[in-house]
């Protein structure tokens, strides 16, 4: 069970900006954003909502790691993506009104912000900004889903685990990246596995590979990337 601190806070607009959906937005929307939310805690192993479930709110994550996954009644698993710090999930239903659509599993001890949908709309009323902002970002996590399934449907493992890192680098470094680029890679790889559909010996022979190629390099858990050859990874059939 989510634990309830029972009282709404604000965590200030420095905490909101960190969300790339708030970076634009009013700091006075910001503060009151901050007023309308109430912290929550979920232990790890915590099913925070499943597929079905009646949507009236998002959460914000301020730390830990959840699995956003669809399941089948054989008992296999799509892993869609995997969310941590700095980011939002649920926000679908704050536009559509609609079940949720994945079921959603804390990996780790998870703290974040909840804001349900009513009081997103009061907000969108008083700054139309934020709507926007929102239809710009569902557009963004379109756009992301269907990378996902081109990788897993037409692209190798080595280009997907390629893909996987240029996505993520961009996250982080944003469109135009560096020629090396450094990433610290917090997702175990049995749960790097489970994004690109792929079994975790075979990614770790992949990322054995890179390493051996020296088309990454690893210091711990941060990876030190050749932008250039994992663009060439990435899309092997563009030359």
């Given amino acids: 069970?989510?634990?309830?601190?029972?009282?709404?806070?604000?965590?200030?607009?420095?905490?909101?900006?960190?969300?790339?959906?708030?970076?634009?937005?009013?700091?006075?929307?910001?503060?009151r954003l901050g007023t309308l939310t109430r912290r929550r805690e979920w232990p790890a192993g915590t099913v925070m909502f499943q597929r079905g479930d009646a949507g009236d709110y998002l959460v914000a994550i301020a730390s830990g790691r959840v699995k956003l996954s669809l399941a089948t009644a054989s008992g296999r698993e799509l892993v869609l993506a995997i969310a941590e710090s700095g980011t939002i999930i649920g926000e679908m239903a704050l536009f559509d009104d609609e079940p949720r659509s994945a079921d959603a599993t804390?990996?780790?001890?998870?703290?974040?912000?909840?804001?349900?949908?009513?009081?997103?709309?009061?907000?969108?009323?008083?700054?139309?900004?934020?709507?926007?902002a929102m239809i710009r970002f569902l557009c963004r996590r379109l756009r992301d889903t269907n990378d996902k399934l081109e990788s897993?449907?037409?692209?190798?493992?080595?280009?997907r685990v390629a893909r996987f890192l240029l996505f993520t680098l961009r996250q982080i470094h944003g469109q135009d990246l560096p020629a090396e680029a450094m990433l610290r890679l917090t997702i175990t790889q049995t749960e790097l596995a489970a994004v690109l559909g792929a079994s975790r010996p075979k990614v770790n022979r992949a990322l054995q590979l890179l390493l051996e190629d020296q088309v990454i390099r690893r210091d711990g858990d941060v990876l030190t990337c050749n932008v250039e050859r994992l663009t060439q990874l990435a899309e092997p059939d563009g030359d």
């Fill in 1 to 31: 069970m989510a634990q309830d601190t029972g009282v709404k806070g604000n965590p200030g607009t420095a905490f909101w900006q960190g969300f790339p959906i708030f970076e634009d937005i009013a700091d006075s929307t910001l503060a």
């Fill in 106 to 132: 804390t990996l780790l001890p998870t703290v974040g912000y909840v804001l349900s949908r009513r009081d997103f709309l009061s907000l969108v009323e008083n700054d139309p900004d934020l709507q926007g």
């Fill in 152 to 159: 897993i449907v037409l692209y190798s493992l080595d280009a």
